[in-house]
């Protein structure tokens, strides 16, 4: 059990600066974050658009953004939890017990929702049949590409991680690729090469087709695929890998008895806090009267959230408000020589 | 403005004036729609406010932006008449416009 001052939920830019905040103050604090790596929607959705409203930054792009959010931290040790799901938070005392899907556990006073729209998860097939094979025959992502081996493997999808294991599978497996259309948004070198490998019959290709039905009792034995005009295919398989992108879901913050808005945390506007003491929602998870969904309102958002986790982390010491350009006291914290 | 109507999955329609330079999406999401979700809140990063053009409306209304179609391959059951409502300007010119909602966005 990890004993914090602060769990952060969501690495998103207002989880970084938040942590900053806190380090600032005095408090440790620990993220979770469900991808596999540091950014949220700005390193998974738009690292290369650039943004033109963060203050004092005419313009950056996703992923300077989040580069200069974690230079910002280099003076504090803040441990990262990432491909990490927060599933359980609670109740214990005066505290919260947090729990993860990969079995880490928190003990915290004080926990930071800044959790985006929710944790990305994988885009799935449609037809209900699919489920019984997923994790078995069809898979979102691929831990051990042995087992494709002299099988034969459909590819759905038309961006990189399609392409890519089309590519990669061709040299040993028999490989369909299915995409919903005739171009590809993958990088150009891949598309060239799965031109050719289509081509020298390496790789059978069908665009303009969807999956309609997955067929088998225990495996998976065949699918239907369907054509823009309504012609049906069925292809004999082993496996089928779907590659959608990520899509963004609430996931289990559903079931921690907080007030929802549609989407999003209600909080109040001096701590940010959720109807919970101790739970506090910042960034585009949050909403109140007049809420923003702009990064630079996540900065302010965090930044008061952080001085109310002092009360609740700190019972029984005084915070005390001051300025980096004059205390001595966060410049030492930061590192920097007088 | 224009009259733009929304059908749900489910086949409730709602029909509501929409003013001219807003999307299609934000004119959803500003009348209460149920069933446009707009996650990235217009900026073409999601494809939750995905919906399906009649096709007699489907070449009339502006074309497709670069990326749009990259974004609707992550959607829920695309079809090629599908498009993201963030994306269709509203104007005179689409006064009339009937798009069907998706049986879901995520």
């Given at each position: 059990?990890?004993?914090?001052?602060?769990?952060?939920?969501?690495?998103?830019?207002?989880?970084?600066?938040?942590?900053?905040?806190?380090?600032?103050?005095?408090?440790?604090?620990?993220?979770?974050?469900?991808?596999?790596?540091?950014?949220?929607?700005?390193?998974?959705?738009?690292?290369?658009?650039?943004?033109y409203?963060?203050?004092?930054i005419?313009?950056?792009?996703?992923?300077?953004?989040?580069?200069?959010?974690?230079?910002?931290?280099?003076?504090?040790?803040?441990?990262?939890?990432?491909?990490?799901?927060?599933?359980?938070?609670?109740?214990?005392?005066?505290?919260?017990?947090?729990?993860?899907?990969?079995?880490?556990?928190?003990n915290?006073?004080?926990?930071?929702?800044?959790?985006?729209?929710?944790?990305?998860?994988?885009?799935?097939?449609?037809?209900?049949e699919?489920?019984?094979?997923?994790?078995?025959?069809l898979?979102?992502?691929?831990?051990?590409?042995?087992?494709?081996?002299?099988?034969?493997?459909s590819?759905?999808?038309?961006?990189d991680?399609?392409?890519?294991?089309?590519?990669?599978?061709?040299?040993?497996?028999?490989?369909?690729?299915?995409h919903?259309?005739d171009?590809f948004?993958?990088?150009q070198?891949?598309?060239?090469?799965?031109?050719?490998?289509?081509?020298?019959k390496?790789i059978n290709?069908?665009?303009?087709?969807?999956?309609?039905?997955?067929?088998?009792?225990?495996?998976?034995?065949?699918?239907?695929?369907?054509?823009?005009?309504?012609?049906?295919?069925?292809l004999?398989?082993?496996?089928?890998?779907?590659?959608?992108?990520?899509?963004?879901?609430?996931?289990?913050?559903?079931?921690w008895?907080?007030?929802?808005?549609?989407?999003?945390?209600?909080?109040?506007?001096?701590?940010?806090?959720?109807?919970?003491?101790g739970?506090?929602?910042?960034?585009?998870?949050?909403?109140?009267?007049g809420?923003?969904?702009?990064?630079?309102?996540?900065?302010?958002?965090?930044?008061?959230?952080?001085?109310?986790?002092?009360?609740?982390?700190?019972?029984?010491?005084?915070?005390?408000?001051?300025?980096?350009?004059?205390?001595?006291?966060?410049?030492?914290?930061?590192?920097?020589?007088e | 403005?224009?009259?733009?109507?929304?059908?749900?999955?489910?086949?409730?329609?709602?029909?509501?004036?929409?003013?001219?330079?807003l999307?299609?999406?934000?004119?959803?999401?500003?009348?209460n729609?149920?069933?446009?979700?707009?996650?990235?809140?217009?900026?073409?990063?999601?494809a939750?406010?995905?919906?399906?053009?009649?096709?007699?409306?489907?070449?009339?209304?502006?074309?497709?932006?670069?990326?749009?179609?990259?974004?609707?391959?992550?959607?829920?059951?695309?079809?090629?008449?599908?498009?993201?409502s963030?994306?269709?300007?509203?104007?005179?010119?689409?006064?009339?416009?009937?798009?069907?909602?998706?049986?879901?966005q995520?």
């Amino acid at each position: 059990m990890i004993k914090t001052d602060v769990l952060i939920i969501g690495a998103g830019p207002s989880g970084l600066f938040c942590a900053h905040q806190l380090k600032l103050i005095g408090l440790n604090c620990e993220v979770v974050d469900n991808l596999d790596k540091i950014g949220g929607q700005c390193i998974e959705l738009y690292p290369d658009k650039p943004i033109y409203d963060i203050p004092a930054i005419p313009e950056c792009t996703g992923e300077e953004l989040t580069n200069n959010l974690i230079n910002q931290l280099k003076p504090f040790d803040i441990k990262f939890h990432l491909n990490e799901r927060v599933d359980e938070v609670k109740k214990s005392d005066d505290s919260w017990e947090v729990k993860t899907n990969k079995g880490t556990s928190f003990n915290t006073p004080n926990i930071i929702i800044a959790g985006g729209v929710g944790s990305f998860e994988p885009r799935k097939f449609s037809p209900k049949e699919c489920e019984k094979f997923e994790n078995k025959s069809l898979f979102y992502s691929i831990k051990n590409k042995s087992i494709f081996k002299g099988k034969t493997v459909s590819i759905f999808g038309g961006g990189d991680s399609a392409l890519d294991w089309a590519i990669e599978l061709s040299n040993n497996s028999n490989v369909n690729l299915i995409h919903r259309r005739d171009e590809f948004r993958g990088a150009q070198v891949s598309i060239d090469k799965i031109q050719e490998l289509t081509k020298n019959k390496k790789i059978n290709l069908f665009t303009k087709y969807q999956l309609k039905n997955a067929h088998g009792t225990e495996n998976l034995e065949s699918i239907d695929i369907i054509h823009d005009e309504g012609e049906k295919k069925n292809l004999k398989t082993d496996y089928v890998l779907g590659f959608f992108g990520l899509i963004m879901q609430l996931g289990p913050i559903v079931n921690w008895e907080l007030n929802l808005n549609k989407k999003t945390i209600e909080v109040d506007t001096e701590k940010f806090q959720t109807n919970q003491k101790g739970i506090y929602a910042i960034g585009d998870i949050c909403s109140y009267p007049g809420k923003l969904k702009l990064i630079l309102s996540g900065f302010h958002e965090g930044a008061l959230a952080a001085r109310a986790c002092f009360k609740l982390a700190r019972p029984n010491e005084k915070y005390r408000f001051e300025f980096t350009t004059t205390s001595t006291n966060l410049k030492k914290r930061l590192g920097v020589k007088e | 403005m224009a009259k733009i109507t929304y059908i749900e999955h489910n086949g409730k329609s709602h029909t509501v004036d929409v003013a001219n330079g807003l999307s299609v999406m934000e004119g959803a999401v500003q009348n209460n729609i149920p069933g446009i979700d707009a996650d990235c809140g217009g900026g073409m990063a999601c494809a939750t406010c995905h919906v399906y053009v009649k096709d007699e409306w489907f070449n009339k209304i502006p074309n497709k932006k670069e990326g749009e179609d990259d974004m609707l391959d992550q959607a829920y059951e695309p079809r090629k008449n599908s498009r993201l409502s963030c994306q269709i300007e509203v104007s005179d010119n689409i006064d009339g416009l009937e798009v069907n909602l998706p049986e879901k966005q995520v």
